[in-house]
């Protein structure tokens, strides 16, 4: 094939059908590499390191499928438990589920194969599924703790404010913020040219990750993941602490040390749970990847992705009394 005097030629991967192709250019990135996909640098860099991994991967993705599918089965079982609080837990362990569900299966089998690639279309998937549940979650955290507030401070009033339909608006709300927020990163992400290098240096397609092995200025997306991540993360945090907070002071005006002690114990562990979630979060997507090394995004994102999820259903649901009794009477 012949070529024209004075222009370079580069192979650039065109993302949006997926496919290759091979344009005229005289910009600096000229250097592109034919690829079909991403390298995933999986955790562990010893056998005895990713087979201790494969263990405590398995243990949590297992653990997290059967306590959030126990307690899907609980709230569908029991009439007792169709109360808006119990909407909205349902729909975290929905959350859960597929949350852990996107990431660990495929983490899981790449311990025992050589071949660590990944398709851009199943990496570009994986990466809108992940931030699309992801950013659900934070926002359903937040409508949590508004449902609790509304429960303590206007205990007459709650049924009325809480209503099923506004509790359907809520949660759909939530899902949409999620599905939108991940649309707008995946479509700006897959419109870049990746001609550096193809190695994610992480264990799942991540969105900073991939940023990272771009040709092209990405500004624009660090910026879009600030302010809408944070605006999204950082609302929902805010919300859940204003609404903790006025709980806390409905419940100094409680005269029983006793019903202190449990509203209190149940915030406490509500609290730990959600900052630890919002906490790591935000250190991967609202700081500047330029000051994020690999080792701490690739630790974080196990406590968020894997753990976190593996101790909602524990502490929302099975800590619960009302909860215990529903699910002693289901199983006997």
Known sequence: MGTTPGVAYHKEINLSPFS???????????????????????????????????????????????????????????????????????????????YTTTIIPNTLSMFFHKDKSISFVGCFTQMFIFISLGGSECVLLGTMAYDRYVAICHPLQYITIMNQSFCFSLVVTCWSIGFLNSLVHTILTVMLPFCHSHNIDHYFCEIPCILKLSCKDTTLNNMLIFFMGGSMTVGSLILTLVSYACIVAAVMKIPSITGRYKTFSTCASHLVVVSIFFGTVIFIYIRPTSESSSDQTQLISVIYGVFTPLFNPLIYSFRNQEFQRALLKVLY
Request: net charge negative; proline share 4%; hydrophobic share 55%.
């Open 20 to 98: 290759l192709r091979i344009t005229p250019s005289t910009r600096s990135y000229d250097n592109v590499t034919l690829a079909d996909g991403f390298i995933l640098l999986v955790l562990g860099t010893t056998p005895a390191t990713q087979n201790l991994l494969f263990v405590l991967f398995l243990a949590a993705y297992i653990a997290t499928i059967f306590g959030n599918v126990l307690v899907l089965t609980v709230i569908y079982l029991d009439l007792h438990l169709y109360k808006p609080m119990y909407f909205f837990l349902s729909n975290l362990a929905v959350l859960e589920i597929l």
